[in-house]
């Protein structure tokens, strides 16, 4: 029935080398730790994307009971804590997630560093990994303002004033991400929830697009 | 290379005064035990995800996320408590 459908599909749009391409390639000897167990600091680009991808999905559920505005920012939050049934969990996997996948990230760029994996012709690689890894630290930033509770609010402050030295740009910057060169308040709030689920989220795919599709063309890097 | 005894250095560096490229071999230059990613190597990599995530949910569940007291412009008395005393943590 499966087949059916399948080839239903295929013969009128040919599928199969679309995923064919995706799938097919050989895993070499020394990035498979059934063979070496030291290849498991290969996992951790995997890993990385495993959270990213628990991110994605467990945030999904949390804008379901989210109501982004200052008034009710942190009734939506305590009340997905301690009424809705899992609420606790799924935003326990959010908070936690947003800390683990630094640390895989982290671990992976270890890995890339001291393998010497981001030097020719991998260098255009290592310039998207950073540019990942500060859309990464802008959504651990923008975050950590949702739930709006006290140390949310002063954190953020923080932050601001610490986007605001910024040579030249600082206090344009601060106003475009606060709404207002002082306050921090029902602008800031709606700001970094857009922010946070739209703007860094679009950038994210589409650098990781980039990032697997440059493994893939130019195979991972050779043994020590 | 040439180890031990005869080898030649730069000065008194460890640095061997013989020069050859840095570049490593292309790993075609190792053959034999590769694997097919689909669907063999697939099929166990789910094995290491499936451990992960039960770490994960096992921190999750152990550790319920942190909610402070509702933010409180005109309440920063809180933070003016030393940083790593548990004060940073009980506005409930
Ligand atoms: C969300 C963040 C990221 C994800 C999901 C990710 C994912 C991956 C994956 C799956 C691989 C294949 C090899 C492996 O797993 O080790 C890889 C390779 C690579 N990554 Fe990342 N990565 C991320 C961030 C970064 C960062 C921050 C850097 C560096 C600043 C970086 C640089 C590289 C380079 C240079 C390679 C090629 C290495 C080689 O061929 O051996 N990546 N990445």
Redesign the interface.
């Given at each position: 029935m499966l087949q059916k459908m399948y080839d239903w599909i295929d013969d009128r749009i040919d599928i199969t080398p679309i995923w064919r391409d995706i799938?097919?390639?050989?895993?070499?000897?020394?990035v498979?730790?059934?063979?070496h167990f030291s290849a498991f600091v290969y996992?951790f680009g995997?890993?990385t994307f495993?959270?990213v991808v628990?991110q994605i999905l467990s945030g999904m559920f949390l804008t379901m009971y989210y109501v982004p505005d200052?008034e009710n920012a942190?009734?939506s939050?305590?009340y997905l804590?301690t009424e809705v049934a899992h609420g606790?969990?799924v935003?326990?996997?959010?908070?936690?997630?947003a800390s683990?996948v630094i640390v895989m990230l982290l671990l992976h760029t270890l890995r890339v560093f001291f393998q010497?994996a981001y030097k020719k012709p991998r260098e255009l690689n290592w310039m998207v990994g950073v540019l990942i890894f500060f859309i990464m630290l802008g959504l651990g930033f923008t975050g950590y303002l949702l739930?709006?509770?006290?140390?949310?609010?002063?954190a953020t402050q923080v932050g601001l004033e610490i986007a605001e030295q910024v040579p030249f740009i600082g206090g344009d910057l601060k106003t475009l991400l606060a709404g207002d060169p002082n306050i921090?308040?029902a602008q800031t709030l709606t700001r970094f929830f857009a922010i946070h689920v739209f703007f860094l989220p679009g950038a994210l795919f589409a650098l990781l697009a980039v990032h697997f599709i440059l493994i893939r063309r130019q195979?991972?890097?050779?043994?020590? | 290379m040439h180890k031990g005894k005869g080898m030649k250095f730069v000065g008194d560096s460890r640095i061997s005064a013989e020069r050859k490229p840095n570049i490593p071999k292309d790993y075609s230059e190792y053959p034999g035990r590769t694997e097919a990613f689909w669907p063999n190597f697939l099929l166990k990599e789910w094995l290491v995800g499936a451990v992960f995530l039960v770490g994960f949910l096992s921190l999750t569940v152990a550790h319920p996320s942190p909610l402070e007291g509702m933010a409180d412009p005109t309440n920063a008395a809180i933070y003016h408590c030393r940083i790593g005393t548990s004060c940073f943590y009980t506005n409930y």
């Open positions: 799938a097919d390639h050989e895993v070499p000897e020394h498979n730790p059934a063979h996992c995997g890993l495993f959270v628990i200052i942190w009734k939050v305590y804590q606790q969990i935003r326990g996997m959010h908070h936690w997630g683990v010497g739930p709006w509770d006290n140390k949310a609010y002063f921090v308040g195979g991972i890097s050779g043994p020590l | -």
